[in-house]
């Protein structure tokens, strides 16, 4: 589905990425940790057309798209929950979905199925969404990507600032969406969430993927090696806090 | 796809605001009726110069590009008219067409000149291009008349010609058609994502949405409607010249939508119609009228920066937050978190 291979991308001249290669399967949810600054967003970014690679090549659906404009990924089947609950503030809940919306099959997404994961947003299904909570605006950038019906999902931080109770629910979306035969890549710093629910787990570090594992579930256990390359003691300290802002500077405005 | 319908609360709200337009209309119908002939060609200027405003809010506004030279789609219209009526029999229709024509295919000139270009460099590029169409317009004697312009329009051609209130009806139809037709295309996912390029484009862009595309038909679609208000102007005055292209015009039509309110779809109509009586009141009391409205454009800029209705939504909001929080509310438990606090009948916000 995607492959990443030997990318490099800078902020200027800082260089973000190093040779970074991963790639996710056919209806593989993959989970990307790493602390702050490692490159996570860089990566999404990469993926999603919004950043250039220098070097490298970036493969979707067997087609080349380093050099494609983030548009023409997007209809190609990527979507996009980018971090920090960036939605349209102006338009309405309803008008956040309808300029989302790409509904082709049976097993797609209709907006009624995702306001069933997300029931905060149908009470305030009329209102600019600019004036939704923080959390509301999340389940909003969740529920946008959804409705866009993609191959491919990059979701960036998608528990920012959610409430546990949300949180749940923006798993089980996840998990409905491995279950549709969805591929995701998932970005996270809630460790624990993230192990529970991907077949592959991958640690970044300094712009490389430096740790990679298909037994999610062992490294969940495993507090040595979290404490080394994530720096938390275990999923569940890494899951109660909250961490540094996300240094970079994200080119979704 | 099935979007679930608005709330209950939304619908009640649409009523009102179809009630209050409802009798606006009827207000407006009857004017003819009350006013004098002056202040009826004054209230035909104002339909013609707020619609004018409301299409250039399409991409200043909703879109987020400052343009500084929509007057040569006004202008373009105005030449339209005055062409095609002086040196043609062509029908009224035919007319309104080719305006709608030119306006949109000079609106995706200037779009494709903008595809790229924001802030102060998209402010001169659209005064560029506007000043080379004045230009053309002053040097093309043969066709435009030049410095004089073309003079003589008549309005023989349009239905129910003659007087002065039938013209009034007349423009009041297209105005409500064309504002009804703007309001549908902001609606449309065209126009959410217009809306959207103003927002983020990166965001847009990565939603699936060729920027530049939106940023073309945001011009094409201002321009149409900016040419139809030129040809309502150009039938009033009877003539058509190159201060309908000029550059004051354009920084005039932007003072409109600022002072009424940028933010919200009939902000720039009721900037129109506020400065426009100004200056008629005004110019009664003094003939230095203009420094007088040039004192109103600065205490705008400082202290109404959202325009009237962005302070009239404010004053609501402040209001309904009062309201809220006083004791006896608080004590018997009454909250507003189910209806939206800021949703007002005719002053919809769209942006911040």
Same mark, same amino acid.
């Given at each position: 589905m995607l492959e990443i291979d030997s990318v490099d991308t800078y902020y200027g001249s800082s260089q973000i990425l190093h040779g970074t290669s991963l790639s996710v399967g056919e209806g593989e949810v993959v989970g990307l940790l790493g602390r702050n600054g490692m490159g996570k967003s860089t990566l999404v970014h990469t993926v999603a057309g919004l950043l250039k690679p220098r070097r490298g090549q970036v493969t979707f659906r067997g087609r080349r798209i380093s050099s494609l404009a983030a548009e023409r990924i997007s209809r190609l089947g990527m979507s996009l929950v980018p971090q920090g609950h960036r939605i349209f503030p102006s338009l309405t809940v309803r008008e956040n979905f309808r300029i989302a919306s790409r509904r082709v099959g049976d097993r797609?997404?209709?907006?009624?199925?995702?306001?069933?994961?997300?029931?905060?947003?149908?009470?305030?299904?009329?209102?600019?969404?600019?004036?939704?909570?923080?959390?509301?605006?999340?389940?909003?950038?969740?529920?946008?990507?959804?409705?866009?019906?993609?191959?491919?999902?990059l979701l960036d931080e998608p528990t920012e600032g959610l409430d546990p109770q949300t949180v749940g629910r923006m798993g089980e979306a996840i998990d409905e969406l491995r279950r549709r035969g969805t591929s995701a890549l998932l970005v996270e710093q809630k460790v624990g969430f993230t192990l529970e629910r991907v077949d592959r787990a991958l640690i970044l570090s300094r712009g490389q993927v430096i740790y990679e594992t298909d037994r999610p579930q062992l490294l969940r256990a495993d507090t040595q090696t979290l404490r080394r390359l994530i720096g938390v003691s275990s999923a569940h300290e890494a899951d109660g806090s909250r961490a540094i802002a996300d240094e970079n500077e994200s080119p979704v405005g | 796809m099935n979007l679930p319908s608005p709330g209950d609360h939304v619908k009640s709200r649409r009523l009102r605001s179809a009630v209050v337009l409802g009798v606006l209309l009827l207000v407006l119908l009857a004017l003819p009726f009350v006013l004098p002939s002056f202040y009826l060609f004054v209230a035909t200027r104002i339909l013609a110069l707020g619609l004018f405003?409301?299409?250039?809010?399409?991409?200043?506004?909703?879109?987020?590009?400052?343009?500084? !030279?929509?007057?040569?789609?006004?202008?373009?219209?105005?030449?339209?008219?005055?062409?095609?009526?002086?040196?043609?029999?062509?029908?009224?229709?035919?007319?309104?067409?080719?305006? =709608?024509?030119?306006?949109?295919?000079?609106?995706?000139?200037?779009?494709?000149?903008?595809?790229?270009?924001?802030?102060?460099?998209?402010?001169? =590029?659209?005064?560029?291009?506007?000043?080379?169409?004045?230009?053309?317009?002053?040097?093309?004697?043969? =066709?435009?008349?030049?410095?004089?312009?073309?003079?003589?329009?008549?309005?023989?051609?349009?239905?129910?010609? !003659?007087?002065?209130?039938?013209?009034?009806?007349?423009?009041?139809?297209?105005?409500?058609?064309?504002?009804?037709?703007?309001?549908?295309?902001?609606?449309?996912?065209?126009?959410?994502?217009?809306?959207?390029?103003?927002?983020?484009?990166?965001?847009?862009?990565?939603?699936?949405?060729?920027?530049?595309?939106?940023?073309?038909?945001?011009?094409?679609?201002?321009?149409?409607?900016?040419?139809?208000?030129?040809?309502?102007?150009?039938?009033?005055?009877?003539?058509?010249?190159?201060?309908?292209?000029?550059?004051?015009?354009?920084?005039?039509?932007?003072?409109?939508?600022?002072?009424?309110?940028?933010?919200?779809?009939? !902000?720039?109509?009721?900037?129109?119609?506020?400065?426009?009586?100004?200056?008629?009141?005004?110019?009664?009391?003094?003939?230095?009228?203009?420094?007088?409205?040039?004192?109103?454009?600065?205490?705008?800029?400082?202290?109404?920066?959202?325009?009237?209705?962005?302070?009239?939504?404010?004053?609501?909001?402040?209001?309904?937050?009062?309201?809220?929080?006083?004791?006896?509310?608080?004590?018997?438990?009454?909250t507003d978190v189910a209806v939206p606090a800021d949703t007002d009948d005719l002053v919809e916000e769209r942006h911040t």
């Open positions: 797609d997404w209709t907006a009624d199925e995702v306001l069933e994961y997300f029931p905060a947003l149908r009470e305030r299904w009329s209102v600019p969404a600019g004036k939704l909570s923080g959390g509301q605006q999340q389940m909003l950038a969740m529920g946008r990507a959804m409705v866009c019906n993609g191959k491919l999902m | 405003a409301t299409a250039f809010n399409i991409v200043f506004g909703f879109g987020g590009m400052p343009s500084l !030279g929509h007057a040569a789609f006004f202008g373009l219209g105005a030449y339209v008219v005055g062409i095609a009526s002086t040196r043609s029999d062509l029908p009224f229709v035919v007319i309104v067409v080719l305006t =709608l024509v030119a306006g949109t295919a000079l609106g995706v000139v200037f779009g494709l000149f903008n595809l790229r270009a924001k802030g102060i460099y998209l402010l001169l =590029l659209t005064l560029a291009l506007a000043q080379a169409a004045y230009g053309l317009a002053f040097q093309q004697v043969e =066709l435009t008349g030049g410095d004089n312009g073309i003079s003589g329009i008549t309005r023989e051609g349009v239905p129910i010609p !003659g007087s002065a209130s039938a013209f009034y009806w007349l423009a009041l139809a297209m105005v409500v058609v064309s504002l009804s037709l703007m309001w549908a295309f902001m609606r449309s996912p065209v126009g959410m994502a217009i809306t959207g390029l103003r927002e983020s484009e990166s965001r847009l862009a990565a939603t699936g949405y060729r920027v530049g595309s939106y940023r073309v038909y945001a011009f094409a679609v201002s321009g149409a409607f900016s040419a139809v208000a030129g040809l309502l102007d150009a039938y009033l005055l009877g003539s058509a010249s190159p201060s309908n292209m000029a550059f004051l015009l354009s920084a005039e039509v932007m003072v409109f939508a600022i002072l009424g309110g940028a933010a919200f779809f009939f !902000g720039p109509f009721l900037g129109a119609a506020v400065i426009l009586s100004l200056e008629l009141y005004v110019s009664t009391l003094t003939s230095r009228w203009t420094f007088v409205l040039g004192i109103v454009y600065v205490l705008t800029a400082l202290f109404m920066s959202d325009g009237i209705l962005g302070r009239i939504a404010y004053l609501r909001r402040r209001a309904r937050r009062k309201t809220a929080e006083s004791p006896t509310r608080a004590a018997a438990g009454e």
